[in-house]
């Protein structure tokens, strides 16, 4: 029963981390379009409070529970190779968050150098992963 509520924690945990990591991107493509001081600044905060209230807690809850469940059932591992993979993309998602962390630090020193264009782009990548994620996870292809 433990193990059903990780999953079920674990499910909730990665809604919560991916409404972030799509909105974000999305805030710096409207942050970079912005003119003014004031709209610059109501982006930052929002920025902030985004990345550290919601989308970080719910990268590290989506992580513990992902452990938890693997701590239990450690015969997810010699199931195939479909959770190295997943694993590996999960990865590469750890990495794109840390890189919208890094994005939102140079907005706040209003050192940004990239365009609109450039965000709706980067905006475009948790899509493939969590594709990727989600056809590994229910089809367990190898």
Not at 18 to 36: I, K, N, Q, T, W
Not at 50 to 71: E, K, W
Not at 92 to 106: E, T, V
Request: with cysteine; glycine share 6%; aromatic share 14%.
């Amino acid at each position: 029963m433990l193990y059903l509520w990780l999953k079920a924690l674990h499910i909730v945990a990665i809604v919560c981390w991916f409404a972030g990591l799509f909105y974000l991107p999305r805030l710096f493509v409207y942050h970079a379009m912005s003119e003014d001081a004031i709209s610059r600044e109501r982006f930052q905060i929002m920025e902030r409070k985004l990345y550290r209230g919601i989308m970080t807690p719910s990268m590290v809850a989506a992580l513990a529970f992902g452990i938890g469940m693997i701590v239990l059932n450690p015969a997810l591992f010699s199931s195939g190779g479909w959770l190295h993979a997943k694993l590996a993309l999960v990865a590469l998602l750890i990495g794109y968050h840390h890189m919208c962390g890094a994005q939102l630090k140079r907005f706040a020193r209003d050192e940004n150098t990239r365009s609109h264009v450039f965000y709706r782009w980067f905006n475009e990548f948790p899509v493939l992963l969590l594709l990727a994620i989600v056809i590994l996870v229910v089809i367990k292809p190898f």
